[in-house]
């Protein structure tokens, strides 16, 4: 699914009311009759609601829901923010149709007449939406933080306010929502962690906006969703045999850190690899060939093997960042031209040594968290500016960045997929270990770099979602997500048709 800009938001209202056809008054009222089917079934209808809206379009979904809910029996107050300027046609015939129906309906034009919010109020946030174009200010500031202070619930429509569709305002108040009824897609702003805590829970509401409207335009940004990575999952002939998915080399592993050597070796294995070799230090031998059977093991003391004989690398996980594994990595770098994976340590070296980054071979994967992120492209003030640093420099090199997080971000070619897959259960020691096993393996079944980066997200946290199944977000391993691997690959499928296009 394509993550659209504010712009493109409205567009697509237009769009959908052009091409339908339907009239901009009854696509809000659509819009506001999903809500309130929305709040029904969650009983919301049985609270007192205070329903606070703006002038613009955002705020007539708001007096829409007020006169449907006053329909359902709900109590309903609305309150209307006043900053001056005359509605928007909508709001206004959606105003004079409220009139008609209460006489609960009032301005607010000062902090004097905030009201008083109860607990068991049920607060509505129809203040602003995707036309909000500047951080909230003066009264809307102020309101919002007067709601953020009660205790009551507060049900944002389609976005909590004060928080831009595609922008990130530094210090600026925003209304703290425990859930967000957003309209048709998720929101660019809804990934970045400053803005999480705002949105709570979020749903979609298929308002109908038509869909053909998405082949119209370009985006920088997608969502990744299950069809998407299961339609570039391979099958497998069944007269194939070993040599037909690949050779894995992959080096990592020293004293103390074997154990990321054992997670990405083993989820290499289980990612489909048809062999792999690990190269680790010579007292790291016993261990590996101990507690990986299927893997063969040489040791870097022999210094770097033949790497033409591999169909694809990986470097990093435990490697440590001493000279001996620098020149180890330089000298892969200097003969490699497969498309490779790079992490931990060895983006750790390679932030020391940031002229290397133009003999990184094309296509290749980085799989830095923010932090070596930063490291490696410098800081930056948010996580929208690093996102955006990510889009810009995978056009700049020819490498893929991974940027890991909770919504993990895949940018190439200057442009940008993010994973919907993956839980708090995964924040620990040896996560990412897993990932470089499992992309290891996708490069060496021949894999696309940028197919093998998207889908080896998906699966990574599918198999950590399938894994928490049965743990806790405390007590979820690494190897939790090794042994799930099976399930997710599986899970893919049952799933196989897509809209990222599997021709592409
Ligand atoms: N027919 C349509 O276009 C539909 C629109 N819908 C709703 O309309 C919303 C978008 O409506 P609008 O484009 O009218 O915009 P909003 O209602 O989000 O914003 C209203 C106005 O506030 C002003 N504004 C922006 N930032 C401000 C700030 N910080 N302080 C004070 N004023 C500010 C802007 O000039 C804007 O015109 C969507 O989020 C959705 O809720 C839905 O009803 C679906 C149909
Ligand atoms: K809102």
């Known amino acids: 699914m394509k993550l659209l800009s504010a712009q493109q938001c409205q567009q697509w209202d237009a769009y959908t009311m052009q091409h339908e056809p339907i009239a901009s008054i009854d696509l809000m009222e659509r819009a506001g009759l999903k809500c309130t089917e929305w709040l029904i079934e969650h009983k919301y209808n049985e609270m007192p609601l205070l329903i606070f809206c703006g002038k613009g379009n955002n705020g007539g979904d708001g007096l829409v829901i007020a006169r449907q809910m006053i329909a359902a029996g709900a109590a309903v107050t609305v309150y209307i923010l006043e900053y001056g300027s005359k509605g928007t046609d909508d709001f206004q015939r959606n105003l004079e ?45 102020a309101l919002a933080e007067h709601i953020n202070q009660s205790n009551a619930k507060v049900i944002a429509i389609d976005v909590p306010s004060g ?96 154990g990321a050597a054992i997670l990405a070796a083993k989820a290499c294995l289980r990612s489909g690899v048809g062999l792999l070799t690990t190269c680790v230090p010579d007292d790291g031998l016993p261990i590996i060939q101990t507690a990986v059977s299927e893997a063969m093991t040489i040791v870097r003391e022999a210094g770097l ?67 070596e992120f930063d490291r490696l492209f410098g800081t930056s003030e948010d996580t929208l500016e690093r996102y955006r640093k990510a889009i810009q420099l995978s056009a700049q090199y020819h490498f893929i960045i991974i940027l890991k997080g909770h919504r993990t971000l895949v940018a190439a070619h200057g442009r940008a997929w993010f994973n919907t897959t993956g839980n708090v259960g995964m924040a620990k020691g040896g996560s990412g270990d897993v990932l470089t096993g499992i992309l290891t393996a996708l490069l060496a079944q021949g894999y696309d770099p940028l197919h093998a980066a998207i889908l080896g997200v998906y699966l990574h946290g599918l198999a950590g979602d399938i894994a928490l199944k049965q743990q806790s977000v405390e007590s979820l391993l690494p190897s939790d997500l090794i042994e799930s691997l099976g399930n997710a690959f599986n899970r893919l499928k049952i799933n196989t048709t897509s809209s990222l296009g599997c021709s592409g």
């Open 97 to 141: 149709k409220l009139h008609r129906l209460s006489k609960d309906i009032h301005f607010i034009q000062s902090p004097a007449v905030f009201p008083v919010i109860e607990q068991d109020h049920l607060v509505i946030d129809a203040l602003f939406g995707t036309g909000l174009n500047r951080p909230l200010h003066d009264l809307a500031a």
């Open 305 to 371: 093997p033949d790497i033409h004989a591999y169909s694809a690398i990986a470097a990093g996980p435990g490697l440590g960042l001493s000279t001996k594994e620098k020149d180890l990595l330089f000298n892969l770098l200097q003969q490699n031209n497969k498309p490779m994976v790079l992490d931990a340590d060895a983006l750790t070296i390679l932030s020391q040594h940031t002229e290397k980054l133009t003999s990184i071979p094309p296509g290749s994967l980085f799989t830095p968290h923010p932090k």
């Open 163 to 258: 928080m831009p569709v595609d922008n990130f305002f530094v210090d600026a108040p925003v209304l703290r929502a425990h859930r967000t009824l957003t309209f048709q897609s998720l929101k660019y702003a809804f990934l970045l962690p400053e803005y999480g805590k705002y949105t709570g829970d979020i749903t979609v509401l298929d308002i109908g906006l038509m869909h053909s409207y998405l082949s119209t335009i370009d985006a920088v940004a997608e969502l990744v969703e299950q069809q998407d990575a299961a339609c570039l999952l391979k099958g497998r002939d069944r007269f194939s045999h070993k040599g037909n998915y690949g050779h894995a080399l992959l080096l990592a592993g020293n004293k103390g850190k074997m």
